[in-house]
């Protein structure tokens, strides 16, 4: 008699990478969408990996293979597995690092404005070099915003929108249960107006990039980022911290109080937002002015936005205050016709 042991895999969790870009339909957010079946048929053609890279850290790989789970990446982001029954444990964090790898992605992506260098600086007390990158979102389970829509709970790895005037162009700030998103630089930004804070995703923001701690007598570091310590990549677009359990809000957890994994995993969200820029008409053979929208308009791959010609994402202009060289006075695409 042979005797035969069965364990079955089960899903741990999923990560979706969703990029407003190649899912809106022109003005209107893909989640608006009303034709449920069109929603369907866009999310089984879209692909983040021609755009973005998610790969787990070094120690996250580690426990995992140590787990037997496995990591596996999809077209809507990647899906962790492990058999049903292992001990998951409730404590330490999955790490998971994205990272561009096309490189119009900037081009169309809200907030690629605000830059993320490589600081470098000097620790004193150990004579050594620490590296920054400044404005590095971090994403996390604990401090993700959830949504209930259509039935439905979304849970966010954003948190909820920082409330406030903002500082830069294209952050996103809550007002009055509306989400704005900046479309100049202080003094007296221009403001666009996206709609109540309830009924659109949470996109990541700036108040996701964490405030830079640095030791004592380290001068120069950010004031919000990541240390670049070894494994993270310099590459690094947003770093994704993922816990086992969620104290004050269990959907969030993956494992239960055993630390097993649950019967049916979180799927997590993250959802970038489109750019949205001026659209402003020349004539091709000299460069004049024919007209210019007067709102900013969503760049989408899908619909249009305006009613004139949309603009390839790529031509992208950014009109100065000539007072003022470093204010940003809004983003601008030109359109040759």
Partial sequence: MVERTRTGYRRLLEIRVLHHYWLDDGATTFDDIADAQLRARRLLRYDARQFLGIAPSSATASRLAGLGGAFRTTGLG?????HEDVDVGTGGSLDFFLTPVAGQLAAYTAMSLRPQPVVEVLDPASGRARRYKEGTPVLSNLTGAARTRDG?????????????????????VAAGG??????????APTVQQLGPTADLPVYVHQGDAPVVVPPAGVVGAPARGIELTDGVPDAVLAVLRLSPVRTDDDDFSFVDATGRPRAQGPVFEVHLKNRATTWRYRRRGDGSVLSTEAQPLPLTYFGNAGTKRKPTPGAIEVDRDPNSPSRVVRVVSEIFV
């Avoid at 500082?167 to 996103?172: C, G, K, N, T």
């Fill in 152 to 172: 439905t709970k979304h849970l966010y790895l954003s948190s909820d929108y920082p409330t406030g005037t903002g500082d830069r162009v294209e952050e996103l």
């Fill in 78 to 82: 990647c899906v962790v597995a492990v």
């Fill in 178 to 187: 509306q989400l704005r998103q900046l479309t100049s630089d202080p003094p």
